[in-house]
């Protein structure tokens, strides 16, 4: 199978939100217009959300996705806001999300897409990424650098608010 890296915009809603709804249950899927909101505001300084996914080249489908915008470092942006917004000071990107469809899975595509998330970080001046694991995924994102913060309720299961300090050789 052949891949290729994209950038990811507002257009591509529809497609995020069909790979999002393979990989996780209902009641972690956002809407679109979340998903939109999340991937169009800039912080004070500019700085943009960073998101890239991969398409199958045989079928022009989207199969990964991650997306990463600015936010703080107090606690995690909520899950399922309407009125979802930046807060005026960012001092973080968080990790909103890195899905791969099942079919997928094996080829390290998460893996390149972290990689590339943590690459685009620094060259955009960010030292430290945050996300929340679900799902019992904290395993793989310690694998990452990451380490736990707290335990952090997501979508009534638990979850870890975890951090990954950026310097330079550990994009």
């Not at 991969?54 to 806001?81: K, N, T």
């Not at 060259?123 to 019992?136: I, N, P, Y």
Request: some cysteine.
């Amino acid at each position: 199978m052949s891949f290729s890296l994209l950038p990811l915009a507002p257009v591509d809603v529809a497609q995020i939100a069909e790979v999002q709804a393979l990989v996780y249950p209902a009641e972690f899927c956002e809407s679109g217009d979340v998903f939109r909101k999340k991937l169009a505001l800039s912080d004070a300084y500019g700085r943009a959300p960073i998101a890239f996914g991969h398409r199958d080249e045989e079928f022009g489908l989207l199969v990964s996705y991650a997306i990463a915008h600015p936010w703080h470092d107090a606690a995690p942006p909520p899950l399922h806001a309407d009125d979802w917004e930046l807060p005026a000071e960012c001092n973080v990107l968080h990790v909103h999300d890195v899905a791969v469809a099942p079919t997928f899975r094996g080829q390290k595509l998460a893996t390149y897409l972290v990689n590339r998330i943590s690459e685009e970080a620094q060259q955009a001046g960010w030292q430290k990424l945050t996300l929340v694991a679900v799902r019992d995924s904290w395993p793989l994102w310690e694998r990452f650098g990451f380490r736990t913060i707290s335990p952090h309720q997501y979508a009534n299961e638990p979850g870890f608010w975890m951090s990954r300090e950026l310097s330079p050789g550990n994009g």
